[in-house]
């Protein structure tokens, strides 16, 4: 069992306590994997506010989704992959895309597979991603500006997946229909 402690708006250290509270209202509940961040006021301030930034770039909400699963499935974050296919499913996503990107498998989509295979080039080359790679994901109609939003996008849910896997997060209830765990 991991030595991290699932707060509450109570029992957070102080400096968390207004944002817990603020996720707390703004969702209807608290997710457990936010009370468990709050015991670093700092990491839960650091990841929400680059989330809030990343929610911004230049790539639009399924390409944001499309990141975000790459990420957490190369990560192996059951509740991140979990919380993303809720998301997508909600962004009206085929089954067909999410089943790809939970199984890490190629997207039926060209351009969104373009993207997939970028960001697992940011990953497994440290950001130093190869001229082809680069050139691939361009020829796909992204722009190099789209290029660093993948990286803003790896780093925020680099963020969140060591978190979640370090405390142990558990899926919270809501999410249980989404629930994902690695290919043996």
């Known amino acids: 069992m991991p030595p991290f402690t699932a707060h509450t708006v109570e029992t957070a250290p102080a400096a968390a306590r207004p944002t817990i509270e603020g996720v707390r209202r703004r969702l209807g ?21 680059v ?18 699963l790459t990420v957490a499935t190369r990560n192996e974050c059951h509740l991140c992959v979990a919380m993303h296919t809720a998301a997508l499913t ?37 950001g130093a991603v190869p ?19 993948v990286v803003l996008g790896v780093g925020t849910y680099t963020i969140s997946t060591f978190a979640n896997r370090l405390t142990g997060a558990p899926l919270d209830a809501p999410l249980a229909a989404y629930a994902w765990g690695p290919a043996v």
């Open 90 to 126: 909600r962004h009206g996503a085929s089954p067909e895309l999410i089943g790809a990107l939970r199984a890490g498998t190629p997207l039926p989509d060209d351009r969104l597979e373009a993207l997939r295979c970028f960001t697992l080039a940011v990953l497994d080359h440290r």
């Open 51 to 68: 989330n809030g930034i990343f929610e911004k770039c230049a790539l639009d909400p399924v390409e944001r989704e499309v990141v975000v």
């Open 29 to 49: 509940h608290l997710p457990a994997a936010v009370g468990l961040m709050a015991g670093s006021p700092e990491l839960l301030d650091g990841f929400l506010t």
């Open 131 to 149: 001229e082809d790679g680069i050139t691939a994901f361009l020829a796909a109609g992204y722009q190099p500006r789209q290029a660093l939003d």
